[in-house]
């Protein structure tokens, strides 16, 4: 009898080991198939941006929260300085405080350990500890609850491009498997921001084809009459530098004349039409031989100290 109790017990016991690898295998089998949806997901959001990298961003911010229960995340873009906030998922007050606060970490954070040539920070409670950039932290947690979190770099051929964060609002790690997947969605990131890069450069590439072939055409259209090539290499210059307004100046030795402006008040054309006074501002150097003189920002201190040229551009208001 005590034999039969014994037998009963070992298949039982063995059945419930059964069911308990067939429910591991289950559930193993539906997080492999979750994780080949997003995949394609994420893929079908790349094939279908045209150069627009912002639904891709969110479509990987959105697979990895739900794929394994993250309250939110965040898409860095990294320009070599710092690191920009270009999708945010969860609380609108830490997202709206990314936004507004660029970061510029020290080495010892975790963006900063991402420029020093790691790929990979994890760390189970973000309540926890000292961190080397604490207003970050504290609006992680404070404003967006988050406790663990996992971030992962984006690189191009050793080049930082940004990095993907996801966090959840417990303190619960994250699996091999899973940072395995958010890795490949950054690999897929960098690839969509590859074809964006590329489909950038070749409508740029078109449009300086096309302004060319434009002025040629007018060149061919108007033999001796210089007015109208002026204003077309002109517009076509602003067109593809996305700027504000512009002068083509000729110079004679003593001044420089505009011979065609666009885009700018009557202010600032009345007080720039004929430039004598140039010497030590940007016409100045082009005089001197220079062939390219640019400026970030026109506000300068030559403008602060009350230099000619420099008022005359800001009548415009020009910046750059």
């Known amino acids: 009898m005590t034999s039969m109790r014994d037998d009963r017990a070992a298949r039982e016991s063995e059945n419930a080991e059964l069911q308990r690898r067939l429910a591991e295998c289950e559930a193993e089998l539906a997080e492999a198939r979750a994780q080949q949806i997003a995949v394609a997901e994420v893929l079908q959001a790349i094939n279908s941006s045209s150069g627009d990298l912002a639904p891709v961003f969110d479509t990987i911010l959105e697979k990895a929260a739900r794929l394994y229960d993250a309250n939110f995340g965040i898409f860095w873009g990294y320009d070599g300085e710092l690191f920009h906030a270009v999708a945010v998922r969860g609380s609108a007050q830490f997202a709206d405080f990314l936004r507004d606060n660029p970061q510029h970490p020290p080495p010892a954070s975790d963006l900063g350990r991402l420029v020093r040539g790691e790929n990979v920070v994890h760390k189970a409670d973000y309540a926890t500890g000292t961190h080397a950039t604490p207003a970050l932290n504290r609006a992680l947690v404070d404003l967006g609850g988050g406790r663990a979190g996992l971030l992962v770099a984006l690189r191009k051929d050793d080049v930082l491009l940004g990095a993907i964060r996801i966090y959840r609002q417990e303190v619960r790690s994250f699996t091999g498997k899973q940072i395995t997947l958010v890795e490949n969605f950054a690999a897929q990131a960098v690839i969509a921001m590859e074809n964006a890069r590329l489909l950038t450069e070749t409508r740029e590439a078109l449009e300086q084809q096309t302004a060319t072939a434009e002025v040629l055409q007018v060149i061919n259209s108007s033999p001796g009459d210089l007015a109208p090539v002026f204003e077309a290499i002109l517009e076509k210059a602003m067109r593809l530098c996305?700027?504000?307004?512009?002068?083509?100046?000729?110079?004679?030795?003593?001044?420089?004349?505009?011979?065609?402006?666009?885009?700018?008040?009557?202010?600032?054309?009345?007080?720039?039409?004929?430039?004598?006074e140039f010497r030590g501002t940007a016409l100045g150097r082009i005089a001197e031989g220079e062939r390219l003189v640019q400026a970030a920002d026109l506000a300068d201190p030559e403008y602060r100290s009350g230099q000619p040229d420099r008022v005359r551009q800001m009548l415009g208001p020009v910046r750059a």
């Open 242 to 276: 996305q700027a504000w307004g512009g002068a083509f100046r000729l110079f004679d030795g003593q001044a420089f004349r505009a011979v065609a402006m666009r885009g700018v008040p009557a202010a600032f054309a009345g007080a720039t039409r004929e430039i004598r």
